[in-house]
């Protein structure tokens, strides 16, 4: 079974700040996804990558499959970003998911 | 993408009972599934509904405690039978339209069980 271990745990950020969160998993995948929750418990999709680097306003996802790591960026974060980001990957299995990376961004 | 809802958005229930859990999308959709979030932890599939037959359950989760129908393409429910506080959890219905394509979540079901 794939394991799925993201960093930080916890985050706190002064608004404007770089922001970076990571994901490794251990065994080959077909896809990673890059997931939002926030406190009321909906989950929004942010990316789903295979290879590369993907880009969504001040968010931008890269996926390094030879390393098996994945790393989710924010640009000048916002305290509307404050939120968990849940890491999830998949191969011919359901999806497995990290624990969350809980980000806490202060004006 | 896909629109999905569920009714009801939170509830809180005494042990013993049961309470069914509905999840409506907006379009047709090839896979429909069940996951379980406990708090502090991170989520766990329960089970895949599957449209006109029993729903494939995970390890550790069976038909009895969670059963889950669904009739057609844009519609499952989810059923926690005899709920005791263990089953404190958001429950979050997610679906995937088609092969290869992303998947997306519903905005979840805050369950406390008292």
């Known amino acids: 079974k794939n394991e799925v271990e993201q960093s930080p745990q916890n985050l706190t950020a002064q608004e404007g700040e770089f922001i970076t969160i990571n994901c490794s998993y251990s065994?080959?995948?077909?896809?990673l996804h890059w997931l939002q929750q926030h406190p009321g418990g909906g989950i929004v999709s942010l990316f789903m990558l295979s290879s590369g680097k993907k880009k969504h306003g001040r968010l931008i996802a890269t996926i390094n499959i030879q390393e098996k790591h994945s790393s989710l960026h924010i640009t000048a974060s916002h305290p509307r970003d404050s939120a968990v980001y849940i890491c999830?990957?998949?191969?011919?299995?359901?999806?497995?998911f990290g624990k969350g990376t809980r980000l806490s961004v202060i004006a | 993408s896909a629109v999905i809802s569920q009714k009801p958005s939170r509830d809180i229930c005494q042990r013993g009972t049961s309470l069914t859990i509905q999840c409506q999308v907006d379009s047709q959709v090839t896979m429909m599934f069940w996951y379980r979030q406990q708090p502090g932890q991170s989520l766990t599939l329960i089970a895949t509904?599957?449209?006109?037959?029993?729903?494939?359950?995970e390890s550790g989760f069976v038909i009895d405690k969670f059963p889950i129908s669904r009739p057609n393409l844009t519609f499952s429910t989810l059923t926690v039978s005899n709920m005791s506080p263990e089953d404190s959890s958001i429950y979050l219905c997610?679906?995937?339209?088609?092969?290869?394509?992303?998947?997306?979540f519903g905005p979840g079901t805050r369950l406390l069980v008292l």
């Open positions: 065994v080959g995948i077909s896809a």
């Open positions: 997610s679906v995937i339209r088609g092969f290869g394509e992303t998947q997306y």
């Open positions: 999830a990957v998949t191969g011919n299995t359901p999806l497995v």
């Open positions: 509904a599957n449209q006109g037959s029993e729903a494939t359950y």
